[in-house]
Every structure is written in C-alpha cells, then in structure tokens.
C-alpha cells in the first residue's frame, strides 16, 4: 500500500508531466505565485473600509459607539449585500 508521501511525490510528476511545455517560460510549474483574490480587489476593498469607517465614526459620539463603528464598517458588504438583495426581491 503506498504511503502518503509516495501518492504525493505520484501526483507532482503527474502534474509536471502535463504542464511541462508551461514551463519553458520564466515560471516553472513548482514556482507559480498566486495573489489570492487579486491586489486591485483588496485595495479597493481596504479603501472602502477605510471609507466607511470614517463615516459610521463621523455619526456618532463615544467611546462605545465608536468602537460598534468601527466593528460595523468591517462587516459593511453584508449589509450591501442584504439591502441588493431585499431591493431585488430576492
């Protein structure tokens, strides 16, 4: 029976195997780099946050509140989301 390590090292040639052709380029199949969601995206993401922190905290007065502004402008694309999605009648 093969061992954990031996379906691994199995799998890696299989996929060098197909994508190596890819790798004549600069980045070799066991180098490809992945940003995730994209940078563009989490910088327009930050900003909006930034956005909306500096609003919810522009409406309110306190220690509390400031903090429940702040927690609030985290969680603000749910609240997008839920106000799209009752308009739409969904």
Do not use: N
């Not at 910088?43 to 400031?66: D, R």
């Not at 702040?70 to 308009?87: G, Q």
């Amino acid at each position: 029976m093969a061992t954990e390590k031996d379906m691994e090292k199995e799998w890696e040639k299989k996929i060098e195997k197909k994508f190596e052709k890819w790798g004549e380029g600069s980045c070799k199949p066991k180098k490809w780099h992945s940003h995730g969601g994209g940078v563009m995206g989490g910088c327009f993401y930050f900003l909006a946050i930034i956005g909306a922190a500096v609003y919810y905290v522009e409406q309110v007065s306190g220690f509390w509140p400031t903090i429940l502004a702040l927690l609030k402008s985290l969680v603000w694309p749910a609240f997008l989301i839920y106000e799209v999605f009752v308009r739409l009648a969904m």
